[in-house]
């Protein structure tokens, strides 16, 4: 799995706000870019030594990130939770989300972080391992295993996010408030 990788052979790529990107490689050396994070993928990791150190590139958000790569074969998308050297993008969406600015029709690129598969299989909430909420107020932080369920569109390529119905109830009595 990619948390059991030693740090020094960690590419960790941070894609912040849509605008900023940082490369880092290890302990030495880091790029920055106000370039989109896969056009500077595009060119610095034709670098087969700086790829070699690639663990996964996590372009959580990235819209309508393509399935292949024809013209950079060294870029590849996650297929399951053991690959290494990949990106690894979803767009989450609520259940009856219609249309959105960052998924596509079916051909754009989402693994399902629950269950690490890129098909339509719903991960039920007991595969979920947690979510981690933050009270503004108090600076607590609370745990919360099985909170959702979750599933590909494979029509939009979004990832559906189904939360438990009674959080999910709770969540909406919350709001109101």
């Known amino acids: ?17 849509r605008t900023a990107f940082r490369l880092s490689l290890g302990l030495r050396c880091t790029f920055e870019s106000l370039a989109p994070p896969l056009e500077v993928m595009k060119t610095e990791l034709a670098d087969r030594n700086i790829n070699a ?5 996590y372009l959580i958000g990235y819209p309508n990130m393509p399935k292949t790569f024809p013209q950079y074969p060294y870029l590849r998308t996650a297929q399951g939770a053991d690959d290494t050297g ?4 979803y767009n989450s969406q609520t259940p009856g989300k219609v249309k959105s600015p960052f998924t596509g029709k079916g051909d754009v690129y989402c693994i399902n972080p629950v269950n690490w598969r890129t098909d339509d299989k719903i991960a039920e909430k007991t595969e979920h391992q947690g979510s981690r909420f933050f009270d503004f107020k108090t600076g607590k932080a609370t745990d919360k295993k099985s909170f959702v369920s979750a599933k590909i569109d494979p029509v939009s390529g979004g990832l559906i996010v189904i939360p438990a119905v009674m959080v999910a109830t709770q969540y909406t009595k919350n709001r109101k408030n």
């Open 86 to 89: 990949v990106i690894i993008t």
């Open 1 to 17: 799995m990619l948390r059991d990788r030693p740090y020094k052979t960690r590419i960790s790529c941070l894609y912040l706000h």
């Open 53 to 57: 150190k690639l663990v996964a590139a």
